[in-house]
């Protein structure tokens, strides 16, 4: 929308019309009438709602936000509304208590620009309906096709060189998983990033196959070529390990306790070794290769998420942790088994998964299957999440072979599905999600990987959430020195950091006025080097009657008021005075889309309740100042 310089019913009208595409805010300013005094005494500003500060306003409404192991149409991604919600809604909801919730929403941003790659072992079909551009499967696909091997030279990737890249299907399981993975992140109904880019590359399994060994170089290449000038984020639902027997493991070194096999399952437990099968144990292990290839990726800019995997085990980067140096000996070969794989690498988002159950240890506890441990970052919803599926073969949990039931057939087109997953693989991708939103407010070089670990650690996600257990390395509810952290949607994460001259702040949500849902905020700008404080209160804007000879009279309405705001107004506005109204859009609050400074407060009436002031267009010379009027028996013993 263009600048608008003079103010008409029609022009604000407009402008506040448009907050069903983009939030506007209004800026009240009240200058001092007292010409020796300090310029701008008052300010306000009003409030928003929802969750997250942004342009669209973007709500979805459900009666199924589903933790049941049980697969329906109308189903929808519990941890949209867990972590939007902030906290827990209902402490009976979960599988075994209350399976579905009803609820709603309110999500400003929607990820608009931003690149999500979802780097899986097979690649995306992207007429899946969750990848469209609308909710409802139309307006086309937003999964990109690139052909990766264009890059294959600049990675010197030379047996790729000239060939195209194209999908193949080699695995049923992992192209269900990669279609779960990218509709948790991105999908248009059980996603959080609803209008971002989705890119999709796969680990050898397209065309002539990408080597894992050359993923994230071709990634750094990509970022760095690309013409968008919106962040990357990397999605990486997998993490690096060995599958061994258990009949392998020779010895065990525990805390410099070396024990001797063979060892069966329970007693592996004892050393943090779990084995979901009875039979086999996974072994995450470090590439020093790759996790360059990583790092690399971080200093182009591109974001990156791991998910900590299913192995029950703790991941621990310290040295001077007991158990860094635990290993096991197979073949001879002694095998660090508490370090992580590459998503362990610094700087990399590693995140955990939360459990969906109310049993034991209660619905916010970890997921039993999780890996914990204090390199994890933080824990997101991972189990019995809902998402896309490519067919309709049950995914199979990779947690421990548990078969899920049937997808369903999606009602946008029944020749796509939609089922439920569990695995750190459906939690990382609520992490990517939330961090497309944040990202839609940043360039490339703005947002990298310190920027979001900065907000998402800070400001997305709330501390001590978690129930926990102490009972040590065999407890699978024990964070085993893991940060506690759930994953939040925060209203501040959106402008919190950023590089504008606006800093938002979650100030007070008023008791028995507001909502947990309506909170009042409270907002800075800073212009030619001094700060100006704005006091956040919800305001209603009474617009003037359209009128051919001119705007005719207005009034704002200033509710929940304090008997300081109360000291504020008699002490202020003795006479007409002057007022400023600036409208700026939430998704581009350094610009002053609209500036109105010809009104003058004419009247004034409050109470206990509200203030409600009149603004005309009038001369400061010609007309009197109207005396205040208020309602006494609002005010028992006020004044």
């Known amino acids: 929308m263009n600048r608008i310089n003079n103010l008409s019913a029609a022009a604000i009208r407009a402008m506040f019309a448009s907050e069903t595409e983009e939030q506007v805010i209004m800026l009240l300013t009240i200058h001092d009438p007292d010409p020796t005094g300090s310029d701008y005494p008052i300010r306000l500003a009003d409030s928003f709602t929802g969750r997250l500060v942004g342009s669209s306003g973007y709500n979805r409404t459900s009666t199924n936000w589903s933790k049941s192991g049980t697969n329906n149409v109308n189903d929808r991604n519990w941890g949209l509304y867990r972590s939007w919600y902030g906290s827990n809604p209902d402490i009976n909801w979960g599988d075994g208590g209350t399976a579905d919730i009803s609820g709603t929403i309110s999500l400003g941003n929607t990820g608009s620009g931003v690149d999500v790659i979802i780097s899986e072992a097979e690649d995306l079909d992207p007429n899946h309906p969750e990848f469209a551009l609308n909710a409802d499967g139309t307006g086309g696909s937003r999964v990109q096709y690139f052909n990766w091997y264009s890059l294959a030279a600049t990675v010197g990737d030379t047996a790729n060189i000239g060939n195209t890249y194209n999908t193949t299907v080699n695995n049923i399981n992992n192209l269900q998983h990669a279609h779960h993975v990218a509709g948790i992140a991105a999908g248009n109904t059980q996603g959080w990033a609803t209008k971002a880019n989705i890119y999709?590359?796969?680990?050898?399994?397209?065309?002539?196959?990408?080597?894992?060994?050359?993923?994230?170089?071709?990634?750094?290449?990509?970022?760095?070529?690309?013409?968008?000038?919106?962040?990357?984020?990397?999605?990486?639902?997998?993490?690096?390990?060995?599958?061994?027997?258990?009949?392998?493991?020779?010895?065990?070194?525990?805390?410099?306790?070396?024990?001797?096999?063979?060892?069966?399952?329970?007693?592996?437990?004892?050393?943090?070794?779990?084995?979901?099968?009875?039979?086999?144990?996974?072994?995450?292990?470090?590439?020093?290769?790759?996790?360059?290839?990583?790092?690399?990726?971080?200093?182009?800019?591109?974001?990156?998420?791991?998910?900590?995997?299913?192995?029950?085990?703790?991941?621990?980067?310290?040295?001077?942790?007991?158990?860094?140096?635990?290993?096991?000996?197979?073949?001879?070969?002694?095998?660090?088994?508490?370090?992580?794989?590459?998503?362990?690498?610094?700087?990399?988002?590693?995140?955990?998964?939360?459990?969906?159950?109310?049993?034991?240890?209660?619905?916010?506890?970890?997921?039993?299957?999780?890996?914990?441990?204090?390199?994890?970052?933080?824990?997101?919803?991972?189990?019995?999440?809902?998402?896309?599926?490519?067919?309709?073969?049950?995914?199979?949990?990779?947690?421990?072979?548990?078969?899920?039931?049937?997808?369903?057939?999606?009602?946008?087109?029944?020749?796509?599905?939609?089922?439920?997953?569990?695995?750190?693989?459906?939690?990382?991708?609520?992490?990517?999600?939330?961090?497309?939103?944040?990202?839609?407010?940043?360039?490339?070089?703005?947002?990298?990987?310190?920027?979001?670990?900065?907000?998402?650690?800070?400001?997305?996600?709330?501390?001590?959430?978690?129930?926990?257990?102490?009972?040590?390395?065999?407890?699978?509810?024990?964070?085993?020195?893991?940060?506690?952290?759930?994953?939040?949607?925060?209203?501040?994460?959106?402008?919190?950091?950023?590089?504008?001259?606006?800093?938002?702040?979650?100030?007070?949500?008023?008791?028995?006025?507001?909502?947990?849902?309506?909170?009042?905020?409270?907002?800075?700008?800073?212009?030619?080097?001094?700060?100006?404080?704005?006091?956040?209160?919800?305001?209603?804007?009474?617009?003037?009657?359209?009128?051919?000879?001119?705007?005719?009279?207005?009034?704002?309405?200033i509710n929940y008021v304090t008997p300081q705001a109360i000291t504020l107004i008699r002490k202020y506005l003795t006479q007409p005075t002057k007022v400023t109204i600036d409208l700026i859009f939430g998704n581009n609050p350094n610009n002053i889309e609209a500036s109105f400074s010809n009104f003058w407060i004419t009247s004034a009436t409050y109470n206990a309740q509200s203030i409600t002031l009149q603004l005309d267009m009038i001369s400061f010379s010609r007309e009197p100042f109207p005396s205040f009027s208020f309602t006494p028996s609002y005010f028992p013993g006020l004044f």
């Open 200 to 557: 999709s590359i796969s680990r050898g399994t397209a065309g002539g196959g990408i080597s894992y060994t050359n993923i994230f170089k071709y990634i750094r290449a990509w970022h760095l070529a690309k013409t968008n000038t919106k962040p990357t984020i990397v999605n990486n639902s997998w993490n690096t390990e060995i599958t061994r027997s258990i009949t392998s493991i020779e010895s065990v070194n525990y805390r410099g306790q070396t024990y001797v096999g063979p060892f069966t399952a329970s007693q592996l437990e004892n050393y943090g070794l779990f084995s979901k099968d009875g039979t086999n144990v996974r072994i995450p292990q470090r590439d020093i290769t790759v996790e360059k290839d990583i790092q690399d990726c971080i200093d182009a800019g591109v974001v990156i998420v791991f998910c900590a995997m299913n192995n029950s085990m703790k991941i621990t980067t310290d040295p001077n942790d007991p158990d860094y140096n635990n290993t096991v000996t197979i073949g001879g070969n002694a095998l660090y088994y508490n370090r992580g794989g590459v998503g362990a690498t610094s700087n990399v988002i590693l995140v955990g998964a939360i459990r969906a159950a109310v049993n034991l240890i209660g619905s916010d506890g970890i997921a039993n299957f999780s890996n914990r441990g204090p390199r994890v970052d933080l824990f997101a919803p991972g189990a019995y999440i809902v998402g896309p599926l490519k067919t309709a073969d049950p995914p199979v949990s990779t947690t421990s072979g548990y078969v899920y039931p049937t997808p369903v057939a999606d009602p946008r087109n029944s020749s796509y599905y939609l089922g439920k997953a569990s695995g750190t693989s459906m939690a990382a991708p609520q992490v990517t999600g939330i961090l497309a939103l944040i990202g839609e407010y940043y360039n490339k070089q703005q947002f990298n990987q310190a920027k979001a670990r900065h907000l998402l650690l800070n400001y997305a996600s709330k501390p001590n959430q978690i129930p926990t257990s102490s009972g040590g390395i065999t407890d699978v509810y024990d964070l085993l020195g893991a940060p506690n952290r759930y994953l939040n949607a925060s209203t501040e994460i959106t402008t919190i950091g950023g590089t504008g001259t606006w800093v938002t702040q979650e100030r007070e949500t008023k008791e028995g006025y507001t909502t947990e849902a309506e909170v009042i905020y409270g907002v800075t700008r800073i212009i030619n080097d001094q700060v100006q404080e704005f006091v956040y209160l919800p305001m209603q804007i009474n617009l003037p009657p359209e009128q051919e000879t001119g705007v005719g009279t207005m009034s704002i309405s």
